[in-house]
């Protein structure tokens, strides 16, 4: 089970990879300035992590419009992250949880992904500028994308 609404988002500091080299992407950065939008997807590569980083990519406007950063998190490398943005043209930033610190102080583990290793579940959450989380879902399986229609309601109840 994901971390509660109304818990204090458990900061974090993980690495981006892109043209520039690496970055620290600290979540905290985020408070008091915007609305966070944080998604744990389990796999770079796969379709529907492609599907969904794609489709959200695509309505990232929607997102900011609602004052909101968008964040994926994986335990990919963000080298593999970079590879996979530039192949499928993501344009949301990406950050690699690669030792599950944040994918397990979320609560969203999902043990042993067809058999290669745990992984992020597929998780989503909305952070206020405070840094406390208005939404959270774990969806029911990794192929099951979040209810985005909920997390931009979530959002707008935050203008």
């Keep these: 089970m994901p971390i509660k609404v109304g818990s204090k988002a458990p900061d974090f500091t993980l690495k981006s990879k892109n043209d520039s080299g690496l970055a ?3 979540l905290s950065a985020n408070f008091g300035q915007k609305n966070t939008v944080l998604l744990f997807f389990p796999a770079a590569f796969t379709s529907v992590c492609t599907k ?3 489709d959200i990519s695509a309505g990232l406007g929607q997102y900011s419009n609602l004052n909101a950063a968008v964040i994926g998190l994986s335990v990919d490398t963000p080298f593999a992250q970079e590879a ?6 993501i344009g949301i930033t ?10 397990l102080a979320y609560d969203v583990l999902f043990p042993n992904l067809a058999g290669i290793g745990d992984t992020s579940a597929r998780a989503a959450f909305v ?6 989380v208005q939404y959270a879902e774990q969806t029911p399986t990794p192929k ?11 959002l707008s109840k935050l203008q």
């Design 24 to 26: 620290d992407v600290k």
């Design 52 to 54: 969904e980083m794609c």
């Design 84 to 89: 996979w943005a530039k192949k499928e043209n």
């Design 94 to 103: 990406l950050v690699s949880d690669l030792n599950k610190t944040v994918t």
């Design 127 to 132: 952070i206020d500028k405070q840094g406390v």
């Design 144 to 154: 099951d994308l979040p209810n985005f229609a909920a997390v931009q309601d979530a």
